[in-house]
């Protein structure tokens, strides 16, 4: 059965520093998801990562993915405080068509 | 354009009474999904469309049944359900089914109360 592991679950960062999100998996996927999630609201596509060594960039946001370890990192840089929200990882279980999402990382950034 | 719509935004309903969730693509996807998320959770999976045929469903009771009248439309009927059915439950659209792994974009959700 496929598992899904983020570390940290919850994040208190200060403006301005950096951090990383760590998501873990287990079982072999060319592809990872990451998505965030604000209060009360629905969940927003941030990066799909298609290929071993696929790095992407959105702004403070940048994700990368290690598909021979099975890890992707969400890193954010210089934080600021709209970045508040849950991310979650997501990869693509045996079969096809089931997304399976990992516990989320609560991130609150303070002023 | 990138929108699933889902109506209603927020429902309170009894244990005895019947509604329905409704969910609408116009993107031309033709897998859509139900899940159900709660509180500080991730989304679970409840039903996978395909190509207009339920190709998935992740053991949800009975009291939950799933529509797909066409391809850019799909419910979700709720009869008899229990206060622990309350959740937000999100539809999402992907433009396959059968098989490739693909971008989900997810509706706004339906914030479900159960008294």
């Known amino acids: 059965e496929l598992k899904v592991e983020q570390n940290p679950l919850f994040l208190s960062m200060q403006e301005g520093k950096n951090y990383t999100i760590y998501c873990n998996y287990s079982t072999t996927s060319d592809r990872l998801y990451w998505y965030r999630q604000d209060p009360g609201k629905s969940l927003e596509s941030l990066f799909v990562l298609l290929s071993n060594g696929a790095v992407k960039q959105e702004g403070r946001l940048m994700a990368s993915l290690d598909t021979k370890a099975r890890l992707s990192t969400l890193h954010i840089t210089a934080a600021v405080h709209d970045l508040s929200a849950t991310y979650f990882c997501?990869?693509?279980?045996?079969?096809?068509?089931?997304?399976?999402f990992g516990a989320g990382t609560i991130l609150r950034v303070k002023s | 354009d990138t929108e699933v719509t889902q109506t209603p935004k927020h429902l309170v309903m009894g244990m005895t009474n019947k509604k329905s969730l409704k969910c609408e693509q116009h993107?031309?996807?033709?897998?859509m999904y139900w899940y159900k998320q709660k509180a500080k959770k991730p989304p679970e999976l409840m039903f996978v469309y395909s190509y207009e045929k339920l190709s998935i469903n992740e053991s949800v009771p009975s009291r939950f049944s799933p529509e797909c009248p066409n391809s850019s439309l799909l419910n979700l009927h709720l009869h008899a359900l229990q206060p622990e059915d309350s959740a937000l439950y999100l539809c999402a659209s992907s433009q396959g089914g059968r098989g490739p792994q693909e971008t989900q974009y997810f509706g706004p959700g339906t914030r479900l109360l159960v008294l």
């Open positions: 993107m031309g996807h033709r897998a």
């Open positions: 997501a990869v693509y279980g045996e079969y096809g068509n089931k997304l399976v």
